[in-house]
């Protein structure tokens, strides 16, 4: 017994003709112009070849904001130039032509520039402690955190001796103090770094060359000290022994 099932027919278009009644469902919409709302017509517009991106840059600068403010373009008329920029050290308040040229004049140890030093700084000095504790490191010593702290102490040290000393006529700041102690270290600097060159054992040698760095430092500091500063004429030798104390203390570091 046979059942016959109602089959509708099939029907593909030809070409790219499209069933009206049916419709093609796979068939791609073509997109719509999106919403432009309706402008007056200008003789900017109507020369412009992109609609909305023809505009009046004189008009618009000289229309005022919501707030009441104007809209000014003197900000953007140009580009921007890095030509009347500081340098980045200088900004930072590091001056390397400086700071050589008040290292040089430590070189000296018979004639100190005093007039270099006058301007007090702490990048000099900074560098200088860094440079000791690099020459350290490459001896097998870390010594970053004594070193610092000596700094310091020995900084307040010399102040304070100063000022006792020189009584009321005694003018010496705290800052100046420091960057005289950091710059005067350039000896001390030098011996660490020529003491990785000698051996271990020869105990004398190095003896010697540290008591001639010693002198070396504690005469420039205590010209430095009596030049910068007033009512330290008369009390050479007592500053002098304070910056040899403290020199000699940098240089046992040094040498053990």
């Given at each position: ?10 029907v ?24 432009q ?11 412009s ?13 000289s ?10 373009t ?6 921007a ?17 400086q700071?050589w040229h ?40 870390i ?25 009321r ?6 800052h ?22 000698i ?29 910068l ?28």
């Amino acid at each position: 017994m046979t059942k016959e099932f109602s089959v509708p027919p099939v029907v593909f278009p030809s070409g790219g003709g499209v069933n009206p009644t049916v419709g093609n469902i796979n068939q791609r919409r073509v997109p719509t112009a999106p919403f432009q709302p309706s402008r007056p017509p200008s003789s900017s517009s109507s020369s412009s070849a992109i609609p909305f991106m023809s505009f009046d840059i004189s008009s618009a600068a000289s229309s005022s904001g919501s707030f009441g403010g104007t809209i000014s373009t003197s900000a953007v008329s140009g580009p921007a130039s890095f030509d009347d920029e500081e340098p980045l050290l200088d900004e930072l308040g590091i001056h390397p032509d400086q700071i050589w040229h008040k290292t040089k004049s430590i070189l000296n140890p018979f004639r100190v520039n005093t007039t270099a030093h006058k301007d007090s700084d702490l990048s000099g000095p900074i560098f200088l402690y860094l440079s000791l504790c690099l020459f350290q490191l490459l001896a097998g010593k870390i010594q970053f955190g004594v070193i610092l702290g000596w700094i310091v102490v020995s900084s307040i040290f010399l102040y304070i001796v100063f000022n006792m000393l020189a009584g009321r006529n005694g003018n010496l700041d705290l800052h100046t103090c420091t960057s005289v102690v950091g710059y005067c270290m350039l000896p001390v600097v030098i011996l660490s770094a020529a003491s990785l060159f000698i051996p271990q054992g020869s105990s004398v040698p190095r003896y010697a060359m540290a008591g001639v760095f010693v002198v070396w430092a504690t005469r420039a500091c205590t010209n430095l000290m009596v030049a910068l500063a007033d009512g330290g004429e008369e009390h050479r030798g007592l500053i002098a022994y304070a910056c040899f104390l403290i020199y000699t203390l940098f240089s046992l570091l040094v040498i053990f």
